[in-house]
């Protein structure tokens, strides 16, 4: 694990890092009580990507996600109220309570969903980037995805033109290693997702997704490429989701060992650890982070429960813009 | 009055655009080098350059998607899918993205995105290339379709479909494209939200759209021979339908006929005829009658063509049962 720079940096991926986990552990015990109900994606296990990626890019870039986006909206400033009514469902949240826990947005910070067809974001991510080319803007399109997506048609017409478009577009794969239940190998012929970038004349690279300063510098890197006007770069994250698929599964297409193996690295534990080791994180440092968070999460639930829903009325509120 | 071709009206519509707003660009298989498959941006290439006039690779779900990126970028993307044949590759991203998007986000993103396409049988080409699915699109909230059926239609509601905010999608009949009208005076930009009478009439309603409205037309011609008036109703939008000028027609004529190109089980026929039941039952003096395709591919050989896709006297004959003639 690499150290980070300073102590604030560190100190700041940490407190990123548990507020994802924290958010989303009390989510699925709303779940259980039913205050949630639908898909619930956890994102637990794979919160370095989040936490390490999307603070690279500026408030100007566009951030594409999909269904497992908690973490995501989390870390780039969406607040947790408005993320835990949309889970409630209410009007008070991120898409007024319409999404719910797969359908995030936020115009003002540029994050476009939240979207739960699989690859189905990776076009849309293409036109964000040839708008901004178009109108010389400067700015980078996240596009993230998970493993699954590499096997849709989708995933290969996009990165075809935005490679033969030079798009500033930056293709994150978030590889955890199963599409639902179906392990990479046993749907790719060719389990290395960088060489199928590469087919396209992309650059592309793979990062342990389980260390958040490695995934910070190779985001950071990747964005200054692809800002430079060089064209779209591909990153894969190599991650891990210690949860089932969605709230529930019987979980019979991995071992508990594989499963325990990969919870010792944990990016949290293991981060914390090194931060200890370097002398940036002392007792106090995280009781006071943990309580913070404990304390913004319960506010978030009482945001949540406090929220009106929607009335009736407003259903076909924005079919239209013009109805 | 001017003389124009369907196909010339298309290209002056989208010459306009471009002409008009820096942020329209036309995007699709074919439009730049080759000049549009149907011709429709021919020279565009020279004219606006490969930045505006953008050939694609055979990647329909991508570059309608990166449409919808576009249009939620700033942009407003002109996505030319070659034929509604190709547009299943794409629908996807016309469902899940567009059509959903601004609701889905509580009114945060909108997509102003324009697609148009070739629809519709009649040129031989057999069964993969002759669907009419503009009633398929139809039948998806959050977008608006429209199946311009004359020169002045085909220019102007481009250029309206331009000032939406929402995503449009426009119909083209292949077989129209060849087909010669008068351009009509005024303003080239013309309404997208009324359907309009073809021709007055006061013994029955014809109600189509597309490309059926000069079969249609053909055969109001020739009941008038016999001394049958027959309203033609043109629904030039199928979504959001002006349903209200259909029933205000069948209310006078207290007949209806639906010609519609598609295959009649679950054609948008079956939805005109179920509205009309539902808004004016009791003025019908008999049930609603349609005019719709067999229910097979379409044959390439023309005469079985022909025998499957709604035909002038396939609907004076449908005119005649109605009248118990
Ligand atoms: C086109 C499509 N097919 C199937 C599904 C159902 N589905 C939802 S998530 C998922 C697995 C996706 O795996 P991956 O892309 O690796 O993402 P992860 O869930 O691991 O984050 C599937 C098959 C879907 N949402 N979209
Ligand atoms: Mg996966």
């Known amino acids: 694990m690499t150290v980070p720079v300073t102590r604030e940096q560190g100190l700041e991926w940490l407190r990123q890092m548990i507020r994802i986990r924290r958010f989303e552990e009390r989510a699925a015990e709303l779940y259980q009580l039913g205050k949630i109900r639908g898909f619930l994606h956890l994102y637990i296990g794979e919160e370095a990507v989040a936490v390490g990626s999307i603070p690279s890019f500026t408030h100007e870039d566009a951030i594409v996600a999909t269904y497992r986006e908690h973490g995501h909206a989390l870390v780039r400033g969406t607040s947790m109220d408005a993320l835990m009514a949309e889970l409630y469902g209410k009007a008070t949240g991120c898409a007024r309570g319409r999404g719910g826990s797969m359908h995030f947005f936020d115009a003002a910070r540029r994050f476009y969903g939240g979207l739960a067809i699989v690859a189905g974001g990776l076009p849309v991510a293409v036109g964000l980037a040839l708008a901004d080319k178009m109108q010389g803007r400067n700015r980078v399109t996240a596009c993230y995805f998970g493993d699954g997506a590499v096997a849709e048609g989708e995933f290969h017409e996009s990165l075809n033109l935005a490679a033969l478009w030079k798009l500033p577009v930056l293709f994150l794969c978030e590889n955890n290693l199963y599409a639902m239940g179906t392990a990479l190998a046993r749907h790719q012929s060719q389990t290395d997702i960088t060489a199928k970038a590469q087919a396209y004349a992309l650059p592309a690279e793979a990062v342990d997704g389980m260390d958040v300063v490695a995934v910070a510098a190779a985001t950071s890197r990747t964005i200054d490429f692809v800002r430079s006007g060089k064209g779209p770069y591909f990153l894969e994250y190599r991650t891990y989701r210690f949860r089932a698929h969605s709230m529930y599964d019987a979980e019979l297409y991995r071992t508990k060992d594989e499963v325990a193996e990969w919870k010792r690295r944990d990016p949290i534990t293991t981060f914390e650890q090194t931060l200890r080791q370097a002398g940036l994180l002392a007792d106090t440092d995280l009781e006071q982070m943990e309580s913070r968070i404990a304390a913004e999460v319960e506010e978030a639930v009482a945001f949540a429960e406090a929220g009106p829903w929607e009335p009736i009325e407003d259903l076909k509120k924005d079919v239209y813009t013009h109805p | ?325």
């Not at chain 2, 077989?175 to 007055?200: F, N």
Request: charged share 20%; glycine share 8%; proline share 5%.
């Open chain 2, 1 to 325: 009055m001017a003389k124009i071709t369907y196909r010339e009206a298309v290209r002056a519509g989208l010459r306009e655009a471009l002409q008009r707003d820096s942020r329209v660009f036309l995007m699709g298989e074919d439009v730049g080098k080759y000049g549009g498959t149907y011709a429709c941006s021919k020279g565009f290439l020279d004219e606006f350059g490969p930045e505006r006039i953008r050939d694609t690779p055979l990647s329909e779900s991508t570059f309608v998607g990166a449409g919808i990126g576009a249009a939620l970028g700033g942009m407003r993307p002109i996505v030319e899918v070659m034929t509604v044949n190709f547009s299943l590759l794409a629908l996807d991203q016309i469902l899940n993205n567009a059509a959903t998007l601004r609701h889905m986000s509580g009114g945060q993103f909108s997509v102003p995105l324009v697609v148009r396409m070739a629809t519709g049988a009649g040129r031989q080409v057999a069964a993969q290339h002759s669907h009419s699915l503009e009633g398929w699109y139809a039948h998806i909230p959050g977008i608006r379709v429209l199946t311009p059926a004359t020169v002045t239609d085909a220019r102007g509601m481009l250029l309206t479909a331009l000032q939406e905010p929402d995503p449009v999608f426009i119909f083209e009949h292949a077989y129209l494209y060849s087909m010669e009208g008068e351009l009509e005076e005024g303003p080239p930009a013309v309404d997208i939200s009324r359907a309009a009478v073809r021709r007055t009439g006061k013994d029955v309603s014809l109600i189509t759209f597309g490309g059926s409205l000069w079969k249609t037309l053909a055969a109001a011609t020739s009941l008038a021979q016999e001394g049958i008036e027959a309203e033609v109703m043109d629904l030039r939008v199928l979504r959001p339908l002006d349903i209200n000028s259909v029933l205000t027609s069948v209310r006078k004529t207290h007949r209806a006929v639906v010609i519609d190109e598609a295959w009649r089980t679950g054609s948008f026929a079956a939805e005109i005829s179920a509205q009309i039941m539902e808004g004016v039952f009791y003025d019908l003096d008999s049930p609603v009658a349609r005019v719709c395709s067999e229910e097979v591919p379409i044959p390439y050989p023309k005469h079985l063509e022909d025998a499957a896709l709604p035909q002038p006297d396939k609907i004076v004959q449908a005119v005649h049962t109605l009248l118990g003639r």
